[in-house]
């Protein structure tokens, strides 16, 4: 990516290609799917932060800044932005890198609200970072 660009914040947590079974007949993929990808990703982030199971409680607001299309690769990058009692608040960015090319472009972002649970799906505490 030329220096001048915007650039991904967080670290690069899931990257998938957009297929034919996830668009609409134009070929837009849907925002759907993109907002589980995301979802997935959080929930990887989360859970390797917590060092345990999680649950996403809240997806705060989320708009579509460009459209993905059938080809591009979905990268997600994610950042544990804050660390509350029993849940976190990850910073999640959903990436665009163009079929066949290296241009990047965010299609969206959102804050996720992770909770840590016990076994018994309760939320229990994060534990400090290791
Ligand atoms: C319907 C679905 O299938 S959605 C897909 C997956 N998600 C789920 O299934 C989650 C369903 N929801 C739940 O299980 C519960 O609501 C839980 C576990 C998220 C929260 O349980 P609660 O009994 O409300 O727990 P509690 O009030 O102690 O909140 C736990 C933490 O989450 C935070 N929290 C809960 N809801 C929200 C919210 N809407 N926005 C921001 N933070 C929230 C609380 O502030 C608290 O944080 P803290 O401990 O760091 O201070």
Request: with cysteine.
């Amino acid at each position: 990516m030329p220096e001048n660009r915007p650039q991904p914040d967080g670290e690069l947590t899931l990257r998938t290609q957009a297929m034919p079974g996830d668009a609409n007949a134009a070929g837009d993929i849907f925002g759907g799917w993109v907002m589980a990808q995301m979802d997935l990703a959080s929930g990887i982030r989360a859970a390797e932060r917590a060092r345990g199971r999680v649950v996403t409680a809240a997806v705060k607001e989320m708009a579509f800044a460009k459209p993905m299309k059938v080809g591009d690769t979905l990268c997600v990058y994610t950042r544990v932005a804050s660390v509350g009692r029993t849940s976190m608040v990850l910073k999640v960015e959903a990436w665009a890198q163009r079929y066949l090319s290296d241009i990047m472009e965010m299609v969206t972002h959102a804050d996720f609200v992770m909770v840590a649970l016990d076994a018994e799906g309760r939320p229990t505490p994060v534990p400090p970072e290791s």
